[in-house]
């Protein structure tokens, strides 16, 4: 177990963007095998890398993994380490990049219900109604749809 993760973590930064994208599909199983709270600690410097990743596909799979991570993360763990992530997610330039992040926020509410969602959620969609530019500041009316 202790080989498997720096061999994954040399894979998500593959130069080729399909190893990167396979990598994501393959992280629900790797969890299980070594743990979510041992992946995630190891995986949180290389998820803000792919998170500005040049190619697109590579950003909307980080998308469905942060999901996850947040659903097994404490509250804290998420505000710190998360709520960035996200929120460069949902400001992607990419259409798909922002509908799958604000996919994300549908998951991560029906898992952490509506206290939670009010508390860590809410305050970041509505954080992109200031936003510059029109399509980051129409993620807060999807972001409110999904939540």
């Not at 992530?85 to 996919?103: G, H, M, P």
């Not at 936003?131 to 993620?139: D, F, H, I, K, V």
Request: aromatic residues 6%.
């Amino acid at each position: 177990n202790d080989h498997l993760v720096p061999v994954f973590l040399t894979l998500l930064r593959d130069e080729n963007s399909e190893v990167r994208v396979a990598c994501f599909s393959a992280l629900d199983e790797l969890s299980k095998v070594v743990g979510l709270d041992v992946l995630s600690q190891s995986l949180f410097p290389t998820l803000n890398e792919l998170v500005g990743d040049k190619n697109f596909r590579v950003r909307v799979s980080a998308c469905d993994f942060v999901a996850a991570l947040a659903k097994a993360l404490p509250d804290a763990d998420f505000t710190t380490r998360l709520s960035k992530v996200i929120t460069e997610l949902i400001n992607d330039k990419v259409f798909a990049v922002r509908d799958a992040a604000i996919s994300s926020l549908r998951t991560l509410a029906e898992s952490k219900g509506s206290p939670w969602t009010e508390r860590n959620l809410l305050p970041l969609v509505l954080g992109q109604q200031s936003q510059m530019n029109y399509l980051n500041r129409m993620s807060t009316l999807f972001g409110l749809t999904v939540i």
